[in-house]
């Protein structure tokens, strides 16, 4: 498919959403763990919330800001690219956090552009819990150029990197998506009715992308941190391909580098050689 050029709003950039708060509480957390199949006993008794829970509260915020940049009759073109969460505490029941999201830049590629998002997630008195970094991919459409910011880079190559270090596996049931469409608050239909999704040409319902991340990292907790949520800083993915409801996923991990008490792994999620998640980073606290 030829690109189509299509001017986006550089007005639209570096203007905070308006507020979102969310209260969480023990049964949210404990809905979403059970939602990812997550083995984690914390995350399933609610006590603390499983890393990408962190989406959850930002939901409403996060999406705002790409409908400043980009015009509305190109939305059925964009794909969630990339997710990169910083992580400043782990979210607890009783949390009531308030969170905003500005774009902070878009580009223009040779398959599409990306339009890139800033989210800032507090607590109430302001304490900053977590950053993430949303990068929304519009297929085939050309911007036309560079502007502003992109997200902090994350690249890996596992054809040169070796033998893992660990490996991490996961079942994606065939009920998973109508359990993390209300845990996650996401409501998008091509996760959950199959005619809606073969009318947009996929092959039938598909898992949420942010579901299958969730799902890799309770596989790199499990194996890098002792399943201690509090040690992980960073984590972040590129979506490659799609997942659908009993795929089989394995997540494959390699230990990088170590420095000032922190060590960086780098992670891809496979269905067989057919990788659905590709250049993963964790940070893991010594």
């Given at each position: 498919?030829?690109?189509?050029?299509?001017?986006?709003?550089?007005?639209?950039?570096?203007?905070?959403?308006?507020?979102?708060?969310?209260?969480?509480?023990?049964?949210?957390?404990?809905?979403?763990?059970?939602?990812t199949n997550d083995p984690i006993a914390a995350h399933?008794?609610?006590?603390?919330?499983?890393?990408?829970?962190?989406?959850?509260?930002?939901?409403?915020?996060?999406?705002?800001?790409?409908?400043?940049?980009?015009?509305?009759?190109?939305?059925?073109?964009?794909?969630?690219?990339?997710?990169?969460?910083?992580?400043?505490?782990?979210?607890?029941?009783?949390?009531?956090?308030?969170?905003?999201?500005?774009?902070?830049?878009?580009?223009?590629?040779?398959?599409?552009?990306?339009?890139t998002i800033l989210i800032e997630c507090r607590s109430?008195?302001?304490?900053?819990?977590?950053?993430?970094?949303?990068?929304?991919?519009?297929?085939?459409?050309?911007?036309?150029?560079?502007?502003?910011?992109?997200?902090?880079?994350?690249?890996?190559?596992?054809?040169?990197?070796?033998?893992?270090?660990?490996?991490?596996?996961?079942?994606?049931?065939?009920?998973?998506?109508?359990?993390?469409?209300?845990?996650?608050?996401?409501?998008?239909?091509?996760?959950?009715?199959?005619?809606?999704?073969?009318?947009?040409?996929?092959?039938?319902?598909?898992?949420?992308?942010?579901?299958?991340?969730?799902?890799?990292?309770?596989?790199?907790?499990?194996?890098?941190?002792?399943?201690?949520?509090q040690r992980l800083k960073r984590f972040a993915v590129?979506?490659?391909?799609?997942?659908?409801?009993?795929?089989?996923?394995?997540?494959?991990?390699?230990?990088?580098?170590?420095?000032?008490?922190?060590?960086?792994?780098?992670?891809?999620?496979?269905?067989?050689?057919?990788?659905?998640?590709?250049?993963?980073?964790?940070?893991?606290?010594?």
């Amino acid at each position: 498919m030829a690109s189509t050029t299509v001017a986006f709003d550089d007005a639209g950039l570096n203007v905070w959403s308006d507020e979102e708060r969310f209260e969480v509480t023990r049964e949210r957390i404990a809905e979403y763990a059970a939602a990812t199949n997550d083995p984690i006993a914390a995350h399933l008794e609610g006590t603390v919330a499983p890393p990408i829970f962190a989406i959850v509260p930002v939901f409403e915020a996060m999406m705002m800001p790409v409908i400043e940049v980009a015009p509305m009759d190109i939305f059925g073109r964009v794909v969630h690219g990339e997710q990169d969460f910083h992580f400043h505490r782990p979210i607890r029941p009783g949390d009531i956090l308030v969170s905003r999201a500005k774009a902070i830049g878009y580009d223009s590629k040779d398959t599409g552009s990306t339009i890139t998002i800033l989210i800032e997630c507090r607590s109430e008195d302001g304490e900053l819990v977590n950053e993430q970094y949303l990068t929304a991919f519009f297929r085939n459409i050309d911007a036309g150029k560079q502007v502003g910011d992109g997200a902090p880079p994350h690249r890996f190559d596992s054809t040169t990197a070796g033998q893992p270090l660990a490996k991490a596996h996961a079942h994606v049931d065939a009920d998973q998506t109508y359990r993390y469409s209300p845990a996650s608050g996401d409501p998008v239909p091509i996760h959950l009715d199959d005619q809606v999704a073969k009318d947009a040409g996929l092959p039938g319902i598909i898992a949420h992308g942010l579901c299958t991340m969730a799902m890799s990292s309770w596989g790199v907790l499990t194996e890098t941190a002792g399943s201690d949520v509090q040690r992980l800083k960073r984590f972040a993915v590129r979506f490659s391909k799609m997942v659908f409801p009993g795929d089989d996923l394995e997540t494959r991990i390699w230990q990088q580098d170590s420095k000032n008490g922190l060590t960086s792994y780098a992670f891809e999620t496979g269905r067989g050689s057919d990788l659905v998640l590709t250049d993963g980073l964790a940070v893991i606290a010594d």
